[in-house]
C-alpha cells in the first residue's frame, strides 16, 4: 500500500510511493529539517505524519 510521510507544519510530503522507507531515512534526506517551512523534523512521530494513501 502506498505510503506518504507528511510534516506536521506545512502539510509538505517529504515522501510518497509505495516503497516502505522508515521516517528516519526520509527525515535525514531532508537533513532534518523541512524543505517548505524549515521546521525541524525529529524522529519522533510528532513532527511527521505517515499515512497509508487512499485510492
Ligand atoms: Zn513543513
Given at each position: 500500500?502506498?505510503?506518504?510521510?507528511?510534516?506536521?507544519?506545512?502539510?509538505?510530503?517529504?515522501?510518497?510511493?509505495?516503497?516502505?522507507?522508515?521516517p528516519g531515512?526520509?527525515?535525514?534526506?531532508?537533513?532534518?529539517?523541512?524543505?517548505?517551512?524549515?521546521?525541524?523534523?525529529?524522529?519522533?512521530?510528532?513532527?511527521?505524519e505517515v499515512?497509508?494513501?487512499?485510492?
Open positions: 500500500m502506498p505510503q506518504r510521510v507528511i510534516c506536521q507544519g506545512c502539510s509538505y510530503v517529504l515522501y510518497e510511493g509505495t516503497e516502505f522507507n522508515s531515512e526520509i527525515i535525514q534526506q531532508y537533513n532534518c529539517t523541512c524543505p517548505k517551512c524549515g521546521k525541524r523534523l525529529s524522529f519522533l512521530p510528532l513532527d511527521i499515512k497509508p494513501v487512499n485510492k
